[in-house]
């Protein structure tokens, strides 16, 4: 459901009052700021008045409103979609606006710990993710107009991309040097796996490789596509190794590791693969199964019964889990630290 906002009036008359942003910001509420966000991508011809507005201080640094937007734009039209009506749409843009906002304050800081570290992105890696960026749009012209509205130029997209990249770069490489110091023993796992037995619970599963030969159902080369693959099929027969034929010939992911599937359970695969691999035993190679995308060579490598994961089957998934939460906590205390040293002030 598309609709236009009903406080257009409302918002023309905050405009005028906000002349000065420092001195109205404060009296504002989050509900306000929405309306405000609506209003500056709805009537562009006010921009000027409602987006440079101060909403957050770290040291001397400002974020405006127009920073918080230029990150929300792609998502606005999303969030209107989704909404029912007007006040459950106001209600999801406020809390994405004060996620926006808390993850800016943290951007800013995560820059100026990047750059004190001496990081650095290169200029291919920043073109790659403006080109995701603008995939995000359905045309080019419609990510033309939306960043003309947000009042950016292709070069502030860069700078704000380049800057984004280097605080995602300092939070994992922080993560990584919390998780590297955390030593998890051996009671910790036997407690994890004790408090969350019902995690390692799982239904009838199979592990499973293949190999793929993709031909689209009506492709003039079905029949041809089907003959190589059982002729490969034939090879694994003949003593070849599975492995090395997939890593060679599949067309799907998880070829170059020797066409691992892994492990799937019932309702994971469309049905003529769901039953084969479920009638197969560990070992045994399935016939050449046809589906609509092309034909696939089966083998199922184990096969488990539903039931409760032991603690030496679990153990090498809640060593990780551990040292991730460990690390996450570390991580957020960090951050709190240095944003208690960055003098944070927010003024909606």
Do not use: C
Request: net charge negative.
């Amino acid at each position: 459901m598309f609709w236009e906002p009903t406080a257009a009036r409302w918002v023309m008359d905050a405009a005028e009052r906000m002349r000065s942003p420092m001195r109205m910001m404060s009296r504002f509420g989050f509900s306000t700021m929405a309306v405000l966000a609506i209003a500056a991508f709805s009537a562009p011809a006010i921009q000027a008045d409602i987006v440079d507005q101060v909403v957050a201080n770290v040291d001397t640094e400002v974020i405006l409103l127009s920073d918080i937007m230029a990150e929300l734009g792609p998502q606005i039209a999303d969030i209107r979609r989704d909404a029912p009506n007007e006040e459950a749409f106001n209600e999801a843009l406020q809390e994405k606006i004060r996620a926006t906002l808390d993850q800016a304050i943290e951007n800013r800081i995560l820059l100026r710990e990047a750059q004190l570290a001496g990081l650095s992105v290169d200029d291919d890696t920043v073109e790659k993710r403006l080109e995701e960026y603008r995939k995000l749009y359905d045309t080019n012209e419609a990510f033309l107009r939306e960043l003309e509205a947000a009042g950016e130029t292709m070069s502030d997209l860069r700078t704000r991309l380049r800057k984004q990249m280097l605080s995602r770069t300092m939070a994992i490489r922080k993560m990584r040097e919390f998780e590297d110091g955390v030593v998890v023993s051996e009671s910790e796992v036997a407690q994890y796996y004790e408090d969350h037995k019902d995690d390692f619970r799982h239904p009838e599963r199979v592990h499973v490789s293949q190999i793929f030969v993709a031909s689209p159902s009506g492709s003039a080369d079905r029949a041809v596509a089907k003959a190589r693959l059982e002729q490969l099929r034939d090879e694994v027969v003949s003593g070849t190794e599975f492995e090395e034929l997939a890593i060679e010939y599949s067309e799907a992911p998880g070829a170059e590791d020797g066409g691992i599937i892994g492990w799937v359970q019932r309702g994971d695969l469309v049905g003529p693969l769901e039953d084969a691999a479920f009638g197969l035993e560990p070992g045994q190679l399935s016939e050449v199964v046809e589906t609509d995308s092309g034909f696939h060579l089966m083998r199922i490598d184990k096969k488990e019964a539903a039931g409760l994961a032991t603690l030496d089957e679990a153990r090498k998934e809640i060593g990780p889990l551990i040292r991730s939460q460990v690390a996450a906590e570390r991580y957020q205390k960090w951050i709190d630290e240095l944003k208690k040293r960055s003098r944070v002030r927010v003024f909606i």
